[in-house]
């Protein structure tokens, strides 16, 4: 079984542009969370979708949004660009909703705000 | 919010135990999870408990107390592959920010 798939792998951009992350969960997967991790803050969680609707979301302003399509597949938007957005950016997929199930996580996107 | 302490670093011997501790401060605690992460690497699932007392799983073990915010992973028979960050992540059951991690523990496995 293909685990979670996550494009583009690295990405380069600057201070006030915005950017699309995509996420692929395993198959029959329909969860899926996403996460910012840094060396200073740790792994810091977003929000997770299910059935294409927002469930839980973290403590990121309103620039950071996502959406899930009717396959399961997400996408995380960044908008207006900062530098401390440089982060990698993982996603997670689980069977069920509600953070309470298993997550396997892809390999991130590596994320550099120049 | 959540607050969630992990000792920073620790180095154990190959074949010997170590214990990974984490404490936590929460509202409406609904478990804890522990997460392996091997140095740039995503995070793999190791164990969730939401009720007091140990599990375990091979050489892995797990305990928590939720009277005393306090949780454990016990590593036995440690290998070289071992050598990774432990992430404890507390789950609540309500508001925002539902799941927070800690920093992480690293843990170097020495021959």
């Known amino acids: 079984k293909a685990g979670v798939t996550q494009t583009p792998r690295y990405l380069i951009k600057t201070r006030g542009q915005q950017v699309t992350l995509s996420c692929s969960p395993i198959?029959?997967?329909?969860?899926v969370s996403w996460y910012q991790q840094t060396p200073g803050q740790g792994l810091q969680f977003l929000f997770e979708?299910?059935?294409?609707?927002?469930?839980n979301k973290g403590n990121f302003p309103g620039r950071f949004s996502g959406r899930q399509f009717s396959n399961s597949r997400s996408e995380m938007n960044v908008s207006t660009l900062e530098l401390g957005d440089s982060a990698l950016y993982l996603c997670?997929?689980?069977?069920?909703?509600?953070?309470?199930?298993?997550?396997?996580f892809g390999p991130g996107t590596r994320l550099t705000v120049l | 919010g959540q607050n969630i302490d992990q000792p920073t670093e620790m180095t154990a011997t190959e074949g010997a135990i170590v214990q990974i501790n984490c404490t936590y401060q929460?509202?409406?605690?609904?478990?804890l999870f522990w997460y392996q992460q091997h140095a740039g690497e995503a995070p793999t699932f190791l164990s969730y408990?939401?009720?007091?007392g140990l599990e375990e799983k091979g050489r892995f073990s797990s305990f928590l107390s939720r009277s005393k915010g306090y949780s454990y992973l016990l590593l036995k028979e440690l290998q070289m592959k071992d050598s990774a960050s432990y992430l404890c992540?507390?789950?609540?059951?309500?508001?925002?920010?539902?799941?927070?991690f800690g920093k992480g523990n690293q843990v170097v496995v020495i021959p």
């Open positions: 997670a997929s689980s069977k069920d909703r509600g953070l309470i199930n298993e997550q396997f």
């Open positions: 198959s029959g997967h329909r969860s």
């Open positions: 979708y299910f059935s294409e609707t927002q469930r």
């Open positions: 929460t509202s409406g605690f609904n478990g």
């Open positions: 408990n939401v009720l007091d």
């Open positions: 992540a507390v789950l609540r059951q309500y508001g925002n920010n539902r799941l927070a």
